[in-house]
């Protein structure tokens, strides 16, 4: 329960209150009090408040004094109860500025008891003016002011409730955890180690730039160092240049190859006239050897007549024995052709003869044979022409009688259908039977016909018929029915037909007719009889026959005439035929071999004759070239040359032998290579040594001015620096790390500290908080404000949100449970508690309002509450009495 | 009598440039100063000749400004400057030497010995045996040819070369520009004036580095100075005279602080410097919150008090003693952050280590800035 009871309170000119106004009785607990706008609830929360947080001496107060009143004196009386003392307070400004406290037997004034007051509730005055929020401390929290329970400022008590917080720590654990002034040195220290470092813990600043610093002197340094050694090396190349080319100009080692290439260079010329002499040596020789061959053909040419010379005696001589061969050849042919004549001419007459007797029997027989064919044929003609005579009489008849079977048939069919439509009239026509008495003649007339009828007669009418009855008259007969002028009609039709047949084949009647067919057919059988006969005699007519007849006559003549053309019959026997052509063949054949075999004889006797005449001339005329003197001349002469030719070319073959051994020997190409390769030396190592010259002064020169930079003075000033600058950036480093290192363990061990602080507080927190939202919970900020709401949802999710993002209604409930754990944590530290709520909860729905009447409630189980209304209906269901404010 | 100043590695052309900006000029103009005054030293002595031993520059290519400027410097001193290359100014094709000839910035008294060859000085009574470098390092005895030397009777034989002698130092052998230690008595030489060691070292009767006359490192080797040699005549020892010529006085400072007093003895130390040292300070071992703010601040005393002084202190542990934490008045998690820091300084790495020593020192530190600001302004802590 509380240790704070407010009992009475009591204000006078102050406000609307300028006669004295008493709020007694007040409980310990919920008290209530409720009235209209303007009634004065706000005027006694002011007054409580001017009566604490004010100085007496403050003339900021103007809005105590009530309106127009200057000589007023606003004057606030409180009495309460604390840790058992009965205390009060009155407070007066203005006019009377005065303020008294008691405590128990204990008395205090002015400024002493303000002080007092305000280290026992936990706030502080403003040095100058009004009291402002940041002054009023635990009061400032407890005592919510119209219109601002939304609102929750912990940072002016903050303090007070650490230190309640560590009070409710035991012993040891309290100063372990309480840090006197931690927050200050922490932040001191953030502060430095933000200066070295970013958020994300890399370089900044003066660090960052001493990096940066670092990195740029290294290069610096390394280029310089490049350079140092590039001199150096430099240096050094031109020491050994230098010494290279001293050494050339001592030593002169063009000199030796200049030697050398001119001992080369005599040494070519020597193989060049050498080459030369070889050369003429050489064509000199090819000229010998065609001199000598030459020579050796003319000498040649010398035998080779000689020779000739043999060869035509000898053929002169065996020309001369050839022709007297043939001229006995030709003697014989002779001979043999004479015997060879005789025996022709013989053969030619018996076949003469034989030829003769062989036409004459031939003609005879084919005289003979046409003569009896003429006669045969003869008989032949007269028998056909008899035939033929026969034949033109069968024929003639035929013609006459010539009827066809078929137009007999076609006349029977007539004379049939005319007798039937002759009795079918009759059948149907009228008929008329006349007896008549003798003499008399009736005329009857029908149908353009008159018939003289007699006598007994019947007649059949078939037209209208007119009988003409002499003496009587006449008597029109019409038979009836129309058939039968039809049938009359038919029957004359084809009666007719009949008759017309008849007439065109000439027949009396049907049986003449068919008497006819049989004669006719009779007839034809003779006429083909009778031309098989004459076709017997004159196959091929009578015509052909006649001149058959004719050509065997004019045979017959012919064979005739010949046979008396030829000669009168030889007496001497004629050989056969064949044989006698046979001989007359052979004897033929053997007289033109023999005429043949004489021609060539003769041939070849004029042959050798031409031959022997030809050799015995050529032999005459090398004989006569052979006996030349000149050419015995020649002929030594030649022989002698070719002597001194062949004794020339050995010496020459010498002499060349000897100059390509010497050539071989002394490779003219290698010695122009030689040469070649000594120039280029010479030429190379002129110009190397003019070059190694001018890279000497070329590096001279650039050592010069490389050296007059201060090269390695440069280098120590650039390395001081840089192991100046590492030097700094490695102080950086280790007091960014140890500040890092600092700074993260404060922390850490801060928020723990906080963390457990903040145990009992939270345990309040949440206690008042299970009335309103059951099964949340909160958490503070470092400042112990509430800061988060952690609430279950229906779903069993957990829902964390932000209490400033929560509407007004719910952070005003949140905001109070928070001011009552507050309470609580105070209470138990042994602080004053008294809760003012000047118009709370006016945005609250019905149930929350309902909850939050139940925390009102259990709060005031411990605290004096005191809450100002405008709604008393509102908090009829709270357990107290709603007390009416007015004047 | 001939009397000779025998110097070496004046390193002309090298600019400290590590060193900031405020200090390395002055050191670098002090090379120059020094010669000036080996000059006016050489001619209050009256010396017959200098003898300077190689290494004349720091590098073959100073600026043309430093190579006049060295020329000038010799101006106080008209008698002949023997001058023969060291290995940072060796004679090569192209060197500092022939630039400065180039430029005519060598006077007529300067006597650039570029070949080993004996130059004869008959009216000052020696005959000089060079040995220059003209190769910036070689493995043979450049002072081989002095055995063979003839030189006129009667006149001294004066040897100046440059490199190490053997078989003095152990880490000599095989040594880059080797010189045999009994080359004067081989040589018949009454003086062989040596350069390339900095410090001043008189290796025997006729053997001597002179060293460097200004001092360019911290390593204590007795540095910054000439050598004034008499040789009263030929045959004769010479008397060899040291003779301070530095400015500065370079030193190195090491201590490893394991008890506190340690760290008393240091600052005493840095309290007595002087403005003419140069000082490379460092402190390992382990040093307490307390005690360090304390030499921090003898740190910063000392510098303002030296020409320069470089401190490392990476190798000195932060170790807050109960004490110091008590002091700082840290509570809650504060208290809870310096005891796991203090925890991880001896848990971790070395890397971690260090960064959370220096998490400490900057907690410390912030700490006690607000203890200061409390205790200044009076209010009381609850």
């Known amino acids: 329960m509380s240790n704070l009871h407010l009992t009475r309170l009591q204000i006078e000119q102050l406000r609307q209150f300028r006669q004295p106004y008493v709020l007694n009785d007040l409980t310990l607990g919920l008290n209530i009090f409720s009235g209209p706008n303007e009634a004065g609830k706000s005027t006694l929360v002011r007054a409580i408040r001017a009566a604490f947080f004010e100085r007496h001496r403050s003339t900021s107060v103007e809005d105590l004094r009530p309106w127009g009143d200057s000589a007023a004196c606003p004057t606030v009386e409180i009495d309460f109860n604390f840790n058992g003392q009965s205390c009060q307070l009155i407070k007066s400004f203005f006019t009377k500025k005065r303020c008294n406290l008691r405590v128990g037997n204990q008395a205090m004034e002015g400024v002493d008891a303000e002080d007092y007051l305000a280290n026992l509730f936990g706030f502080a005055f403003a040095g100058k003016g009004v009291s402002k929020a940041e002054h009023w401390g635990i009061p400032g929290l407890l005592w919510v002011e119209q219109g601002s329970g939304q609102d929750l400022d912990v940072s002016h008590a903050s303090d007070h409730l650490r230190t309640a917080l560590g009070s409710q720590m035991q012993g040891d654990v309290a100063n372990s955890l309480a840090a006197t002034g931690g927050d200050e040195l922490l932040a001191r220290l953030q502060a430095q180690r933000n200066e070295l470092l970013t958020q994300a813990g890399n370089p900044r600043a003066d660090y960052a730039k001493v990096g940066e610093q670092v990195d740029q002197l290294q290069e610096e340094l390394n280029g310089l160092e490049q350079q140092i050694n590039l001199y150096q090396q430099q240096v050094d190349e031109l020491a050994l240049l230098r010494q290279q080319h001293l050494a050339d100009e001592r030593d002169k080692p063009w000199d030796t190859l200049d030697v050398q290439l001119r001992e080369a260079q005599g040494k070519q010329v020597e193989l060049d006239t050498l080459k030369q002499r070889l050369n003429a040596d050489r064509s000199r020789l090819a000229q010998l050897i065609q001199t000598e061959t030459l020579l050796q053909r003319q000498l040649n040419g010398f035998e080779t007549q000689e020779k000739a010379a043999r060869d035509r005696e000898q053929e002169s001589q065996r020309a001369q024995s050839q022709l007297e061969a043939a001229a006995s050849a030709v003697e014989i042919a002779k001979q043999q052709a004479a015997q060879v004549r005789q025996r022709t001419q013989a053969a030619r007459e018996a076949l003469q003869v034989a030829r003769q007797k062989s036409l004459r029997d031939t003609l005879i027989v084919e005289r003979n044979t046409a003569a009896e064919a003429a006669e045969k044929l003869q008989q032949s003609l007269e028998n056909a022409k008899g035939e033929e005579i026969k034949l033109l009489k069968l024929r003639a008849n035929a013609a006459a009688k010539q009827i066809t079977k078929r137009e007999v048939t076609k006349l029977v069919e007539h004379d049939q259908a005319a007798r039937e439509a002759h009795i079918k009239l009759q059948a149907v026509a009228t008929r008329v039977r006349l007896e008549l008495v003798d003499g008399v003649q009736v005329n009857a007339v029908s149908s353009g016909k008159s018939e003289k009828l007699t006598g007994q007669s019947e007649l059949l009418l078939h037209s209208e018929t007119f009988l003409a009855l002499p003496g009587v008259g006449s008597m029109r007969i019409s038979p009836g029915g129309e058939d039968l002028s039809e049938l009359d009609r038919q029957h004359r039709e084809k009666a007719q037909t009949l008759l017309n047949e008849l007439q065109r084949l000439g027949v009396a009647d049907v049986a003449a007719a068919q008497q006819r067919l049989h004669d006719f057919n009779d007839l034809v059988g003779q006429i083909k009889l009778a031309e098989q006969l004459l076709n017997s005699f004159a196959p091929d007519g009578l015509a052909e026959l006649q001149a058959a007849i004719d050509t065997a006559l004019g045979k017959t003549r012919q064979s005739q005439d010949a046979l008396e053309r030829l000669p009168a019959p030889s007496e001497q026997p004629a050989l056969a035929l064949e044989t006698a052509e046979l001989e007359q063949e052979s004897a033929e054949a053997a007289e033109k071999t023999n005429s043949d075999d004489a021609r060539e004889t003769e041939l070849a006797y004029a042959t050798a004759q031409s031959r022997a005449e030809h050799a015995a001339m050529e032999l005459t005329t090398t004989k006569a070239y052979l006996a030349d003197p000149n050419r015995a001349e020649m002929q030594r002469q030649c022989q002698q040359d070719l002597a001194g030719n062949r004794v020339e070319q050995s010496v020459l073959q010498e002499r060349i032998d000897d100059a390509n051994a010497q050539l071989e020997q002394a490779n003219p190409d290698i010695v122009a290579q030689d040469i070649e390769r000594l120039k280029l030396s010479y030429q190379r190592i002129q110009e190397d040594h003019k070059k190694r010259h001018e890279t000497v002064l070329l590096l001279q020169n650039t050592l010069e001015l490389a050296g007059a930079k201060g090269l390695e003075e440069q280098q120590q000033e650039v390395s001081g620096d840089l192991s100046r600058a590492k030097k700094r950036q490695r102080e950086f480093a280790r007091r960014a790390a140890a500040l890092k290192l600092l700074c993260e363990m404060l922390e850490a061990k801060r928020n723990a500290t906080l963390q457990r602080l903040q145990a009992p507080l939270l345990q309040r927190v949440k206690h008042y908080l299970q009335l309103l939202f059951p099964g949340s919970s909160i958490e503070l900020d470092l400042g112990l404000a509430p800061k988060k709401l952690i609430r279950r949802l229906a779903s069993g999710q957990t829902e964390v949100g932000n209490i400033g993002a929560l509407s007004f209604g719910a952070r005003e409930q949140l905001h109070l449970i928070s001011r009552f754990a507050y309470a609580d944590l105070l209470a138990a530290a042994g602080k004053p508690t008294l809760l003012i709520l000047d118009d709370a909860l006016v945005h609250s729905d019905e149930s929350r309002l309902a909850q939050m009447k139940r925390v009102i409630f259990d709060s005031a189980q411990r605290h004096q509450i005191l809450l100002f209304t405008c709604h008393p209906n509102v908090w009829r269901d709270v357990g107290v009495s709603v007390r009416s404010i007015g004047l | ?382």
């Open chain 2, 1 to 382: 009598m001939p009397k000779f100043l025998h110097t070496a590695d004046w390193q002309i052309g090298r600019l400290f440039a590590t060193f900031d900006s405020e200090h390395a000029p002055l050191l670098a103009e002090a090379r120059i100063t020094a010669v000036e005054r080996l000059a006016a030293l050489a001619t209050a002595q009256g010396v017959t000749a200098v003898l300077v031993a190689g290494d004349v520059f720091d590098a073959q290519t100073v600026s043309d400004r430093t190579v006049r400027r060295l020329f000038n410097a010799l101006s106080a001193f008209a008698g002949p400057w023997l001058m023969i290359p060291g290995n940072h100014d060796a004679a090569l094709a192209e060197s500092v030497w022939t630039r400065a000839q180039r430029l005519g910035a060598v006077p007529a008294n300067v006597h650039l010995c570029l070949m080993p060859e004996v130059r004869l000085f008959p009216e000052l009574g020696f005959a000089l045996l060079p040995a220059p470098l003209t190769q910036r390092h070689t493995y043979g005895d450049l002072t081989d040819w002095f055995d063979t030397a003839g030189t006129p009777a009667g006149m001294l034989r004066i040897g100046l070369a440059h490199g190490s002698v053997q078989g003095i130092l152990a880490e000599d052998i095989d040594s880059a520009n080797p010189i045999a230690m009994d080359r004067p008595d081989c040589a018949r030489l009454d003086y062989l004036a040596l350069g390339d060691w900095h410090g001043t070292k008189i290796v025997g009767p006729k053997l001597a580095y002179s060293g460097t006359p200004e001092p360019d490192r911290f390593k204590a080797n007795d540095s910054g100075q000439a050598l004034l040699v008499d040789i009263p005549a030929v045959g004769i020892v010479p008397k060899i005279t040291p003779v301070a010529t530095a400015q500065f006085r370079w030193r190195s400072i090491a201590v490893e602080l394991q008890v506190e007093s340690d760290a008393d003895l240091v600052m005493d130390q840095l309290q007595a410097l002087q403005s003419n040292e140069v000082v490379d300070l460092t402190i390992t071992g382990r040093i307490s919150l307390a005690l360090r703010n304390r030499l921090s601040a003898a740190i910063g005393r000392a510098e303002a008090s030296a020409r320069h002084l470089q401190t490392d202190l990476s190798g000195l542990q932060l170790v807050p003693s109960d004490d110091d934490i008590a002091g700082l008045q840290a509570d809650g998690y504060l208290a809870d952050v310096i005891r796991e820091l203090r925890t991880a300084n001896a848990t971790t790495d070395a890397e971690g280590a260090n960064v959370a020593q220096d998490a400490l020192a900057l907690l410390a530190a912030e700490l006690s800035n607000r203890l200061a600001l409390t205790t200044t302004s009076g209010r009381v802590q609850p």
